[in-house]
């Protein structure tokens, strides 16, 4: 079992940019980001395999999300630049093991940061 922790969110005008961070209790874990805005549902943002050599992204923020890790510190990140009020969500970080399947079953979950972007 994993505990996973966000941090990061905030208020940040369109065009501005956040980084968030998910640490870990336990390494190698394929890791991925979510976010469930009001009254919508989750829907998948990006997803980093365990040794951080692969990555995959949803197509609504290709260009501007970047994910990653740092496996020495147990932590993802989530780079954010060119925000969209669109983007305003609760981002939730995902763990899973086994097969590399980025939109997978996701078996771990923080508990989220809000992100509001401002027009």
């Known amino acids: 079992q994993v505990q996973l922790v966000e941090s990061g969110g905030g208020l940040v005008q369109a065009g501005g940019s956040l980084r968030l961070s998910c640490a870990a209790s336990?390494?190698?874990?394929?890791m991925a980001w979510f976010r469930q805005a009001p009254e919508k549902e989750r829907e998948f943002v990006d997803a980093?395999?365990?040794?951080?050599?692969?990555?995959y992204y949803a197509d609504s923020v290709k260009g501007r999300f970047t994910i990653s890790r740092d496996n020495a510190k147990n932590t993802v990140y989530l780079q954010m630049n060119s925000l969209k009020p669109e983007d305003t969500a609760v981002y939730y970080c995902?763990?899973?093991?086994?097969?590399?399947?980025?939109?997978?079953?996701?078996?771990?979950w923080g508990q989220g940061t809000q992100v509001t972007v401002s027009s």
């Open positions: 995902a763990a899973r093991n086994g097969l590399w399947l980025p939109m997978g079953q996701y078996d771990y």
């Open positions: 336990r390494s190698n874990y394929h």
């Open positions: 980093i395999n365990w040794s951080g050599t692969r990555t």
